[in-house]
């Protein structure tokens, strides 16, 4: 089975949505795209309502979600 890594937003982390071999190749590579907020602190997911939730550096791999393909 092949895996695809969803940001908070429901998008692939990757713009060519990279397929990961294994799950914890896929959960490797949030992991590793999370660390682009690390600079300012917070991922900004903007909800169907148009609230704007900040989800700390810390707890964005919590937000995602990893799809079996």
């Known amino acids: 089975m092949k895996y695809q890594a969803i940001s908070p937003d429901g998008f692939p982390i990757s713009s060519d949505g990279a397929i ?30 148009g609230y704007v939730r900040r989800i700390p550096v810390e707890q964005i791999v919590d937000y995602c979600d990893i799809r079996p393909i």
């Open 20 to 49: 990961y071999p294994s799950y914890t190749k896929a959960l490797a590579a949030i992991s590793h795209w999370s660390e682009n907020y690390e600079a300012q602190g917070f991922y900004s997911q903007t909800c169907y309502n």
